[in-house]
C-alpha cells in the first residue's frame, strides 16, 4: 500500500498478495460512505455496474469491488505512465502524431462505450490515463 495520489476519491497503489494475480499492482480507489451525498451513491453504484460490464482495451478495467461498513473500495488497473493533464503541465506539447494515436484510441472507447447505450459524461484530461506502453485508458474520478 502507497500513499494516495492527490485525487479524491483518494487512490492507493496497492500490491495482491494471494491469488492467481498475486504480486499484480492495481489502483484502489476508496470512498467513504458517510460523505458520499444519495447522488454520489447513485454514480458510483454506476460507475462500478459500468466497470464491470464494460471490457475494452481503451476502458479502465475494474478488477474487485468490496466494502467494508463505512467504506467502498474499487479495484482498477494500474497505469504507469498517469493522467493526460499531468503529462501536459510536465511536457511542452505533445506530438502531432501523438495526439492523432491518443484521439484514435479515445474514440475507439467513447464509440464502444456508445454502443452499449452509456454516454460517457466527465470527458477531461485527468480521466485519460496512459499505460507503460503508450496508451490511453479512460477512467472516471
Known amino acids: 500500500l502507497q ?4 485525487f479524491l476519491p483518494p487512490v492507493f497503489l496497492v500490491r495482491k498478495i494471494i491469488g492467481p494475480d498475486a504480486g499484480q499492482l492495481y489502483a484502489m480507489k476508496v470512498l467513504k460512505k458517510a460523505s458520499l451525498k ?7 453504484k454506476m460507475e462500478r455496474d459500468i466497470l464491470v460490464e464494460v471490457n475494452h482495451p481503451f476502458i479502465v478495467k475494474l478488477h474487485y469491488a468490496f466494502q467494508t461498513e463505512g467504506k467502498l473500495y474499487l479495484i482498477l488497473d494500474f497505469l504507469r505512465g498517469g493522467d493526460v493533464f499531468t503529462r501536459l503541465s510536465k511536457e511542452v506539447m505533445f506530438t502531432e502524431e501523438d495526439v492523432k494515436f491518443y484521439l484514435a484510441e479515445l474514440a475507439l472507447a467513447l464509440d464502444h462505450l456508445h454502443s452499449l447505450g452509456i454516454v460517457y459524461r466527465d470527458l477531461k484530461p485527468e480521466n485519460i490515463l496512459l499505460d507503460e506502453a503508450g496508451h490511453i485508458k479512460l477512467t472516471g474520478r
Open 3 to 6: 500513499e494516495p495520489w492527490g
Open 38 to 44: 444519495v447522488r454520489d451513491r447513485v454514480r458510483t
